[in-house]
């Protein structure tokens, strides 16, 4: 397989392959991890022109950064590197997520990331979730001085609406919108799309895939490993996993009309959102497995038609239950 195609993240930032890798499985969350193979995932994704990869500082509580902080490092000329920060955990609660938008805190958590990174500058350092009782601009100034001290060289945001998008760019540029997009969750069309695309911020959609549910490898979350973070999210368990089950269908007889699988056609619908809504779309599909990587760098040629796309259309008004079991800290919370 030739190189995927690449795209700018944002009017100034990095340019990048047309599809990201989500490299949170890798340490936490979807059940067991393998280094080895992640490692090699991460090989095979650059290989492929897969060139920006997402982590956090929560995912696995900081080993998500050590674990890829030395592939990182191996080829930092052409790995566009992405890291968060916001959300806080408790080691004795492992429900717990609190949010932290204080500008003292953004100034350790940034220090922080990089030594677990081991790197001096992160490409794009995103907000993770608002906290509302901090003002914006000031958590958003707080990022702008990292650029400026050089730590940090653009800046994103995740789960936020299209007015916050507005006031924090009035405060710095904004290469990155990261927030849940894909067939199942249409929440940024809302607001944020438009705005980005007015701004020329690009999409960065996060688990476009439904966490694996779009592409059928599970239909009741509650049947996955005791510790799989998907066990607690609404629209994967009980009837509502039973009914949006049945929204998988004509994804599959897409896929098997045009010789795809379920995750190529539902990655193809999200890469599509660039030519409907007029802006940058970089999806960052999550895997812990090579052969997965390149099957969905693989949708990155997939066109599907006009009617196959108001066919897949239909999907999202349709889905039950919410994508988070407390929606207190997404952006949905805060639209009017
Ligand atoms: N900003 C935020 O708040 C936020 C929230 C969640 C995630 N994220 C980021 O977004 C990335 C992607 O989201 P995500 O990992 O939650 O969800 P996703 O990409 O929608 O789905 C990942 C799941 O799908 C499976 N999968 C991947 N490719 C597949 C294929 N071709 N066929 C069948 N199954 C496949 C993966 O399992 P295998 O590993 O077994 O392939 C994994 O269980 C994350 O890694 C993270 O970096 C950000």
């Given amino acids: ?6 795209t700018r993240l944002g009017s100034n930032g990095p340019v990048v392959g047309v599809q990201g890798l989500g490299c949170m499985g890798m340490s936490e969350f979807y059940g067991p991890t393998d280094t080895e193979e992640a490692l090699a995932t991460l090989g095979r994704a650059l290989e492929l022109g897969v060139t920006l990869f997402d982590t956090a500082d929560i995912y696995g509580s900081g080993a998500n950064e050590e674990l890829i ?3 990182v490092r191996a080829h930092r000329d052409q790995v566009v590197l992405a890291t968060k920060f916001a959300i806080e955990r408790r080691a004795d609660d492992p429900s717990y997520r609190g949010v932290n938008n204080d500008p ?13 990174l081991g790197v001096d500058e992160i490409d794009l350092y995103y907000m993770h979730r608002r906290n509302p009782e901090v003002p914006l601009a000031e958590s958003v100034g707080a990022m702008a001085e990292l650029v400026a001290a050089g730590k940090v060289k653009h800046l994103g945001l995740s789960e936020v609406t299209g007015p916050e998008l ?5 405060v710095h540029p904004i290469a990155a919108l990261q927030s849940e997009w894909s067939l199942f969750s249409r929440g940024p069309e809302r607001s944020a799309v438009p705005v980005a695309a ?5 999409l960065v959609p996060y688990s476009p895939l439904g966490r694996g549910f779009l592409t059928g490898a599970f239909a009741d979350a509650g049947k996955l490993g005791a510790d799989d973070f998907r066990r607690h999210l609404p629209q994967f368990t009980g009837e509502n996993a039973a009914g949006n089950a049945e929204l998988v269908e004509p994804i599959r007889k897409i896929a098997a009309e045009r010789g795809a699988t379920a995750a190529q056609v539902a990655l193809a619908w999200v890469q599509q959102r660039a030519e409907v809504h007029g802006l940058a779309v970089v999806p960052i599909p999550g895997t812990r497995k090579r052969s997965r990587l390149e099957e969905n760098a693989a949708a990155t040629a997939l066109k599907l038609t006009a009617e196959e796309l108001a066919e897949l259309d239909l999907i999202g008004g349709r889905v039950q239950g919410s994508r988070y079991a407390d929606m ?4 949905d919370a805060r639209e009017v």
């Fill in 1 to 6: 397989m030739s190189s995927i195609e690449t």
């Fill in 69 to 71: 902080g030395p592939f």
């Fill in 104 to 116: 003292a805190y953004i100034r350790q958590a940034v220090d922080a990331s990089l030594r677990r």
């Fill in 166 to 170: 507005r006031e924090a760019y009035a």
């Fill in 198 to 202: 007015e701004l020329g911020v690009a």
């Fill in 328 to 331: 207190s800290n997404t952006s």
